[in-house]
Structures are given as C-alpha cells and as structure tokens.
C-alpha cells in the first residue's frame, strides 16, 4: 500500500485538525510530540504528515506532492489552485472584507476606488475587477493592514475579520464582505481517483464529526 | 549586452542523451500504437494564426498564448493545443475527404497555463482525433485508443475516467438557474465543493429530487453503479439521453476487456465551451496532473467551416515521462556497441571494422582522441559501449568486454 500524504498548515489549523484525524481513526501520535522530524507518520494506516506554511499547502497538493491539505479558505483564494475543495472544517471561520473609513460607508458603489492595500492582492484583484468592474492598484502589504487607510497609503483595505474590534478601535468599518472563510479540507485531483477508497473513507470519518 | 545568452527560456527545457533517447523510444511505441489502430499521422505548423485559436471564438485564453506578429503585421501564436489545427485542416484542405477520417499526431504545444509540477511551457502531445462520427461505437472507439495508447507507454497502472457534459448540461437547463450562477456551479461542482453547491442551490427553488442529484454531483464518481442512483425522471431529456450514452460507451468497452481501466465521474464539468459529449482524463500513480485528456467536440471544425462531429484525445509525453521515472518503469539502456581503439598504422583497418559493424546496424565509434588504452576503455564505459577493440599497428585485434 502507498502512503498517503498530508500537508497541514503550521499552526493553530493544525493544532484543531488533529482532533478530527483522531476522530477519523488516525493515529497521529507523532504529530502531537513536539519533535523536529520534517515528515512524521503514521505507519499503521500507511498515512504521512508533514508542516508547510499555509501558503505553501495548495502547492504541495495541486503537484501532488501531498495527497490531502488542510488550510484556510483565504489561501485557496488566493493561490488560486486546481485542487478538489471536499470539506469545509468549519473552525477557524472569519470573513474576507473590504473595509475603510466610516465615511465611505454605504458609499461604495458611487465613489472610486483606486488604492487598496492587502495581504491579498489576488483576492483583491479579482474582487475589484469581477464585482466592481475597476481596476486598482493593489498595494500588498505583509501585516498591520489596517494601518494603511489610517495614514494614507490606500483608501480601503482587504483583509480577514473575525470580531471586527481591530477596525472598530481604528475608525474602520467593514465595506463589504468578499467571503466566509473557514479550515478546508482539500484532495489533489489524481490522488482523489487513483485512491478513492482510501480517501472518500478519511472524508467521511472526518465528515460525520462535523 | 548578453546576460540572457546562456539560458533557455522559463518554462522550456533542453533534453539530453538518455532522457532524449527514451523520449523519442516512448514516441515511437506511441506512433506505432497509432499506426496498428489505424491513425494516419498529420504534421501541421508549430505557428499559426492566432485567430484559429482565439479571437472572437475565444476556444483559448488570449494570456495563455505565446505571441508575436508576421511581416505584414498579423498576429501569430505558437499553437497552444494540436486538436484545433486538426479541425482546421479537417475543415479545408480535407474538406472532401470521406469520414470518417483518422488522424494522428505528436508535436510540440506552448502554453504559458502549463507550469509547474512537472509541467513545461513547451510540452510533447500526442493525440487522436476520429472526425465525422457521432455514435458511441466513435466514443469508445477514441477511449479504447487512449487505453491502448497509455499501454503502449508501458504505464500499466492508470485509470480512466468518463464523464458526459450533457448531463451537466441537461440538468441546468431543467433547474432554471441563470447563465451566471450555472457557471458558479460548474466551478464548484469542478471542484468538487459540496458545501459552496448546497450554498448556491439553497439560495433557489429547484423541484427536490432534481435538487438532490446537483447537490450530489460533486460525489457522482466511481463505478457504474453511481448510474443506479439516477432516476431518469427526475433529470430530463437532455441528461437522460447522455446517461444512455455513457451506458452504450461503457457497454463496448466491456466488449473490448478494457471495462477494468475506466471508472465514472459525471461531475467532469471542465471545458464545457469546448466539449459536447463524452468526456475522459487518464491518471496514473506518480503524477499530480492527468496524463491524458480527451472528448467529444461536435462543434469545433464547424468553426472553420465544416459540419463535422468529431472526438478525439491527447496525452502529455512530458507526464507519462514523469510517471514512468516515479513509478521506476523506464528501461535503462543496456550497454551495446563497439568502441575502437587504433594504433596509427592500422587506421584504415579500424575504419573498414567501423563500416562493416555500422552496416551490420551495431553501434560503433572510433577513438578520434587517440588516448592511452586505460583512459579510452574508460570513456567507452562512460559512453555505455559493451565491447572494447584494439587494433595494433600488424592488424592484430585486442578485445575486451566491458
């Protein structure tokens, strides 16, 4: 029997996903220990593990490198990968939103648009150009996005909200919202058909505990 | 200034001595493969214009496209796929040829989508198309092919899986929704999105049983026994007659023993702009991307001119190639020919035993480097020879097998 590859994303996602595998039937003992293994696994079940940065996940997925994923929904948008998306984890939830000024509230389809800053510039860019039928310069910023409305680098802001006191303390609102966001479980494409059994039986242990 | 000069290109590649070799060793049990089935090979340009492919027909994205112009300033692309110049040709300089017409094909395509993961911007197809037929004896006819052609490869674990856009079609047009959120179904369904389906079909009224079969089309793969899920009266004409047609498909096949390769997937949903009928995919172990992709495309000579049906599929070399090093099936060539080692006296005597080994169709080479024994016997090793011979100044022969 192959292995089956997991790429989780570093972190809290994975922290909250180990549960679920357990629940699955998966012993992921290895993952729990704090060790500096790179690949850690489970040899019973013939399932292997390995940490990547979240934006890395899709990737490992998508070549095939890794069978399954777990990562945020925001990810996926934004990298944009021909993946299969099977479940939604449904931790970790948040919304991606447009935000700004309390003055451009309720204003957003009469004035323009044209500076706005992210960690996102693909889920900007697409939001802009599709919904709004505008084209922006999207200003890609590494953290602290909220600050750019503040001291003018943009008008408005893309960003992940989950209670929204960030921009309340700093005068923003939230514009629009672009996406629910939650923890995804997704399959690469030729794993999902040259080893459905294997697969559709991980989905649907994890699958009966949501 | 020359700070490209040594590169190549991003996404292109040279390919050398072996992984050359056992490139051109697959293409050629590919060609025979096509030849025994009946294919006649076609070979169109590298170049043509980019309205065959884009433009107002849009068959292919504009940004995925090499461009670049001729000297009277018309726009030129490297083709990006090698089933539209068959339609051309099929549509013009074939256009009195009987159906139906067998053609064939390997060549190089160029598509900036195709990146990563293996894949190259420039990448070997090969392909068939079996134009002016539409019935499923065609359909599985083109299958059967793509099965016997990833044998052929020397791929022995791999599967097939079929799918049928009419009934992603016939289902949309019997639930009502609008051209844009058919189209957000169809990604999601794509994708295989249960949840982002139910999110969309909640937001309409859609009659239940109907709704429950678009809400399970994201799991509608597998064997056939996913058709006994589908009650005929719950999805239409238009689906119905494509379940009969998957059903026929699957029925010839079995009849050629090749049932064990092909397996469902109804929520194949890809390219519906393109396609009109049967759909398949090939995967096998090793690779993250199919290796081969093909369908039914009733709708695409016509553009150039000619009612034609037509169905046809195309493998990626570059991936079989990819998949035959991971799952370590590529044969590794044996070491054969003859490497000779000449004191100067005898040079006419090596270049006879030269002539005469070549015509007796062995691979042989004479040390033109003139080196030491030791050192020459180690570059024919190098080079894979299996014989070593030196010939003395008196004509006498020395060998050695190494």
């Not at chain 2, 490139?23 to 340009?45: H, Q």
């Not at chain 2, 969309?200 to 009659?207: A, G, Y």
């Not at chain 2, 590529?330 to 080692?341: A, D, M, N, R, Y």
Request: aromatic share 8%; net charge negative; hydrophobic share 40%.
């Amino acid at each position: 029997m192959r292995y089956i590859t997991f790429a989780l994303s570093k972190g809290r996602l994975t922290e909250l996903s180990i549960e679920l595998l357990e629940g699955a039937g998966i012993d992921c003992t290895e993952l729990k220990e704090d060790s500096r293994k790179l690949i850690l696994s489970d040899d019973k079940n013939k399932i292997r593990f390995f940490l990547a940065k979240p934006a890395d996940v899709p990737v490992y997925v998508e070549y095939g490198a890794a069978d399954i994923g777990i990562v945020g929904k925001d990810t996926l948008i934004e990298e944009g990968r021909d993946l299969y998306e099977v479940l939604d984890l449904g931790f970790a939830r948040c919304r991606m939103c447009v935000a700004g000024p309390k003055e451009l509230e309720g204003k957003m389809d009469s004035v323009s648009i044209t500076r706005v800053a992210t960690k996102y510039p693909e889920v900007a860019r697409t939001y802009f150009r599709h919904k709004r039928r505008e084209s922006v310069e999207i200003i890609k910023l590494s953290g602290s996005v909220e600050l750019a409305p503040l001291v003018g680098l943009s008008e408005v802001i893309v960003d992940l909200v989950e209670t929204g006191r960030t921009l309340k303390e700093n005068g923003l609102v939230v514009l629009d919202t672009i996406s629910e966001i939650s923890a995804r479980m997704v399959v690469n494409r030729v794993s999902m058909k040259m080893e459905n059994q294997r697969i559709t039986k991980i989905i649907e242990g994890i699958r009966k505990q949501l | 200034m020359k700070r490209w000069n040594i590169y190549t290109p991003e996404g292109v590649q040279d390919i050398l001595f072996e992984s050359c070799r056992q490139k051109r060793l697959l293409e050629s049990k590919i060609r025979d493969a096509f030849r025994l089935n009946g294919y006649k090979e076609v070979e169109t340009p590298t170049i043509e214009y980019y309205d065959t492919f884009g433009g107002e027909r849009g068959l292919i994205n504009q940004e995925s496209m090499y461009k670049f112009c001729d000297s009277k300033g018309r726009l030129l692309v490297l083709r990006p796929d090698l089933t539209v110049p068959v339609a051309r040709v099929a549509a013009t300089r074939l256009r009195d040829e009987p159906f139906p017409i067998k053609c064939c094909y390997i060549g190089n395509t160029f598509s900036f989508d195709e990146l990563g993961g293996g894949r190259q911007n420039e990448f070997t197809q090969a392909g068939c198309e079996l134009l002016g037929i539409n019935s499923a004896e065609a359909d599985a006819e083109v299958v059967a092919m793509a099965i016997e052609t990833v044998k052929a490869a020397g791929i022995d674990e791999f599967q097939i899986d079929i799918g049928q856009v009419g009934f992603f079609k016939g289902l949309m047009a019997e639930s009502g929704l609008s051209e844009d959120e058919i189209e957000e179904v169809r990604e999601l369904i794509d994708q295989k999105n249960l949840v982002g389906v139910e999110q969309v079909m909640d937001r309409h009224k859609v009659r239940t049983p109907l709704k429950r079969i678009i809400l399970d089309l994201p799991k509608l793969f597998g064997s056939k026994d996913i058709l006994h899920k589908i009650n005929p009266e719950d999805i239409g004409k238009e689906a119905t007659k494509a379940i009969e047609n998957i059903k026929e498909v699957l029925e010839i096949l079995e009849d050629r023993n090749l049932a064990q390769y092909v397996s469902l997937d109804l929520g194949m949903v890809q390219s519906l702009n393109y396609y009109t009928g049967i759909v398949f995919r090939g995967y096998t172990y090793g690779v993250g991307f199919p290796i081969l992709s093909g369908g039914r495309y009733d709708k695409l000579v016509e553009k150039f001119g000619r009612e034609c049906e037509a169905t046809g599929f195309s493998l990626g070399i570059n991936m079989v190639m990819m998949a035959l090093e991971r799952q370590k099936k590529l044969v590794k060539q044996e070491p054969e020919g003859v490497f000779i080692s000449y004191e100067k006296n005898a040079r006419k005597i090596a270049g006879d035993y030269l002539r005469q080994l070549i015509q007796n169709n062995c691979t042989a080479e004479l040390d033109l480097m003139q080196m030491e024994t030791e050192e020459s016997k180690k570059y024919a090793r190098l080079r894979g020879f299996s014989k070593f011979v030196c010939i003395r100044n008196d004509g006498s022969r020395e060998e050695i097998m190494l």
